[in-house]
Structures are given as structure tokens and as C-alpha cells.
């Protein structure tokens, strides 16, 4: 059997690329190849990057935020609108709403979706902290900012039975999000209009 072309480091860096999402073995082959030839300008930054970033990124304490400051950037805005909660998926949902300006108050993160099939029960997601934040008083409306799929129909029912009461109201987004729809991959006028048109779940 011929020896491999590719050395062990270059089939380690491969093989961990293709780890990532929106990669595979092939795709994972290119990006080492366009990155061994671009050493200088692409290859050693991106090395510090990575090291930098999984050396001081942590998650926000408060909202569940990606940042190297606890408690966040986001959590840390006196502008922000401290009465109103918009709950989501994942950082990557956070990020779209805040490209978008569509939500100006405050943000928690739930890091999954409910979902019985894959044994994801609300002890696996930020749950408790969320109805703790919300029925600490300052809140009067929480935003189900989840996505219109089956798990994220589900989320949604078991946080409205659990927040809704005399103070806080439970809203979701509505005009403009497809159903299956993610919202990561969402337009910012579409992300928009689904926040100005927000109902009564």
C-alpha cells in the first residue's frame, strides 16, 4: 500500500477542519491548502485568533453572550430597555437581532431547544436563570424570538406556560419569520418587521 501524501500535521489540520460546520473531508482539504499558502497574512493570525479567543471568550454570566467581558458588552448598555426580554435559541440568533436593530432591550440565550426525541429536557437548557430574570420584577414583557420549527413550537409552550402571568407578558415574533425558518438566516428587513409585529403567543 503507497505511503499518504499528506503528513501527519497537515492530516491533523484537515481533520479538524472538518469538524466544522458547512465542512467536509473535501472542503477541509482546500481551506488547509489555501491556508499553508497563505502562511503570513492568513494562516499565523487566524492561529492567534483562535488561541486568543479560547483563552478569554467565555459566556455572559446574565444572557448566555459570547464575549471576553462578564457580564457582556450587551448586558453592560445603560441605553438598553430593562423591562423587555427577548429570549433565543443561540448567540448566532442574538447576533442577527442586534445586525438587524430590531430589539433594543435585553437578551437571554437558551443554548438548545426543547426536544423529547433527542432526550433535550429544560434541565439542559438555560431555563432556570430565564424564569428567574423574569419574574425578578423589572421585567414586563418577554419575546419568544425562537424558531417557527416543531422543537421551537415546543420551547415556546413550555416558556409561556411557565412566565406568563399578572406582570409579565409572553410574546413571539410574528410577520415575516417562514415556518422551519432559522433566524441566523434571516434578512435584517425581515428580522425587523417579525420584531415590530411581535403578538401575544
Known amino acids: 500500500m503507497p505511503a499518504s501524501p499528506i503528513g501527519p500535521e497537515l492530516q491533523r489540520l484537515i481533520d479538524l477542519l472538518a469538524k466544522m460546520p458547512g465542512f467536509g473531508p473535501r472542503s477541509a482539504k482546500r481551506a488547509a491548502l489555501y491556508l499553508l499558502k497563505k502562511r503570513e497574512p492568513v494562516m499565523r493570525p487566524l492561529a492567534f485568533a483562535l488561541d486568543d479567543a479560547a483563552n478569554k471568550v467565555k459566556a455572559c454570566s446574565v444572557c448566555g453572550n459570547w464575549d471576553s467581558i462578564d457580564p457582556c458588552a450587551v448586558c453592560e448598555d445603560i441605553d438598553r430597555d430593562n423591562t423587555v426580554l427577548c429570549v433565543v435559541q443561540d448567540v448566532a440568533d442574538l447576533w442577527a437581532l442586534e445586525r438587524a436593530g430590531a430589539h433594543k432591550g435585553r437578551y437571554h440565550v437558551l443554548g438548545g431547544l426543547l426536544s423529547p426525541l433527542d432526550g433535550v429536557g429544560p434541565d439542559d437548557l438555560n431555563m432556570g436563570a430565564l424564569i428567574a430574570r423574569a419574574t425578578e420584577g423589572t421585567i414586563t414583557e ?60
Open 142 to 201: 418577554v419575546v419568544l424570538a425562537l424558531p417557527s420549527t416543531v422543537d421551537g413550537q415546543t420551547t415556546a409552550h413550555y416558556l409561556t406556560e411557565h412566565l406568563e402571568n399578572g406582570t409579565v407578558k409572553v410574546t413571539r415574533l410574528s410577520q415575516g419569520v417562514p415556518v422551519g425558518g432559522e433566524l441566523d438566516y434571516l434578512d435584517e428587513g425581515t428580522l425587523a418587521a417579525a420584531m415590530r409585529s411581535r403578538r401575544p403567543f
